[in-house]
T-cell receptor, first 111, second 114 residues
Framework: GQQVMQIPQYQHVQEGEDFTTYCNSSTTLSNIQWYKQRPGGHPVFLIQLVKSGEVKKQKRLTFQFGEAKKNSSLHITATQTTDVGTYFCAGRDSGTYKYIFGTGTRLKVLA | GAVVSQHPSRVICKSGTSVKIECRSLDFQATTMFWYRQFPKQSLMLMATSNEGSKATYEQGVEKDKFLINHASLTLSTLTVTSAHPEDSSFYIC??????????FGPGTRLTVT
């Protein structure tokens, strides 16, 4: 079945450093979504990418969808302590209606 | 913004009893809701897709007779864990799908079976 992997699993950065998490699917995706889950909280929708090669920005966050629509990345510039949490990608397989969540990347930001 | 509530937030039950968890979309109608299970420090595992007015679609390995899902209205889906056992203890979280296929998650329900 469809698998969605994320690397790294954990990342500790100093405040102000950049951070990137990568998402890779075993199958071609119709679209991909990104979510953030704070410790003790529930996932919160960040963005959806649909087009091959699409790049979207939200303030310090840059999201990219690969040309082959099998991978994606989230880059945070100049991390802040408020960026702490687990970032999940969720890929929608081209042939189904459901989203499969990636394994997640847990980010810690050291002040 | 879209708000999804879950009730209860925490529940402790004895082995062999059943527990019902409610998921409500408070300010929008959701034809489709999803139920996930999340173990500590792990990802969300999709259990089933709940469609209003029809039977839920379960993922492989999820027992439909153990995890009963009912989506009786456009704002309410329920998950009933029947004959709960300690291995069913987990964090159960629902989501409601918005118009652009984004998911709005409820705050989750922590189930502990003793």
């Amino acid at each position: 079945g469809q698998q969605v992997m994320q690397i790294p699993q954990y990342q500790h950065v100093q405040e102000g450093e950049d951070f990137t998490t990568y998402c890779n699917s075993s199958t071609t995706l119709s679209n991909i979504q990104w979510y953030k889950q704070r410790p003790g909280g529930h996932p919160v929708f960040l963005i959806q990418l649909v087009k091959s090669g699409e790049v979207k920005k939200q303030k310090r966050l840059t999201f990219q969808f690969g040309e082959a629509k099998k991978n994606s990345s989230l880059h945070i510039t100049a991390t802040q302590t408020t960026d702490v949490g687990t970032y999940f990608c969720a890929g929608r397989d081209s042939g189904t209606y459901k989203y499969i969540f990636g394994t997640g990347t847990r980010l810690k930001v050291l002040a | 913004g879209a708000v999804v509530s879950q009730h209860p937030s925490r529940v402790i039950c004895k082995s062999g009893t059943s527990v019902k968890i409610e998921c409500r979309s408070l300010d929008f109608q959701a034809t489709t809701m999803f139920w996930y299970r999340q173990f500590p420090k792990q990802s969300l595992m999709l259990m089933a897709t709940s469609n209003e007015g029809s039977k839920a679609t379960y993922e492989q390995g999820v027992e439909k007779d153990k995890f009963l899902i009912n989506h009786a209205s456009l704002t309410l889906s329920t998950l009933t864990v029947t004959s709960a056992h300690p291995e069913d203890s987990s964090f159960y979280i629902c989501s409601a799908m918005g118009l652009a296929n984004e998911q709005y998650f409820g705050p989750g329900t922590r189930l502990t079976v003793t």
